[in-house]
């Protein structure tokens, strides 16, 4: 019988210093993403051909290769070329630039949605093509993004179980560690379930009440009553 509570009072420590790894690396590794999936996603729509060019590409291969080779060829590859990045260093870098290619496409689809006689409009009154996108369809666009955007930070998340083949130590990382102590993978690794499933519940509530929060109003265009 796995003994969940007795493996917590006995490598507690262990977990709570493997969840504040895991959370560092997801959220700044989101952070990145965002830093290079917004400006994609713009330079796709209305940037020049050749930098399109090179943004789909980029997209592309973040999204048709494993992000464990990607983890590898930066961790383990650049070191040929003189580039050595501490194992925490590695993965955010890896999991931000894989990140950048997903929300890039989400941020691109938002964008899109945004009804296209509003930037119309903006320019009509006077409004420069950069005003126009700051202060009419972006902010339109990353309200709609919410809900694609938290499916992402859940999956970069979850994506963090992989980094503890480089030597970081995560969530998986600890428990691998107590796994070579106690010889009890079941044990070791159903707390690491728990812990993640804990986490991502919190993180889908917190975002949900988030996205309730920025939810535009929606006008009752009912049949009137007389």
Known sequence: MIDLGYLWNLYGPAFVAGTQTTLLITFVAVAVGIGIGLPLALIRLYGPRLLGLIATAYIEVFRGTPLLVQLFVVYFGLPSYGIVL????????????????????????????????????????????????????????????????????????????????????????????????????????????????????????LLGLFERHLRLPVLDVGTSRR
């Open 86 to 205: 501490d194992p925490i260093v590695a993965a955010i870098v890896t999991l931000g630039m894989n990140s950048g290619a997903y929300q890039a496409e989400l941020y691109r689809g938002a964008i899109l949605s945004v009804e296209s006689g509003q930037f119309t409009a903006a320019r009509a009154v006077g409004m420069t093509h950069g005003q126009a996108l700051r202060y009419v369809v972006l902010p339109q666009a990353l309200r709609a993004v919410i809900p694609s955007w938290s499916n992402e930070l859940i999956g970069v998340m979850k994506g963090t179980a992989v980094v503890f083949l480089i030597s970081v130590e995560d969530l998986m990382g600890q428990a691998k560690i107590i796994f070579g102590r106690t010889f009890d993978p079941i044990q070791a690794y159903s707390v690491v379930a728990v812990v993640y499933l804990v986490l991502i519940g919190a993180t889908v509530l």
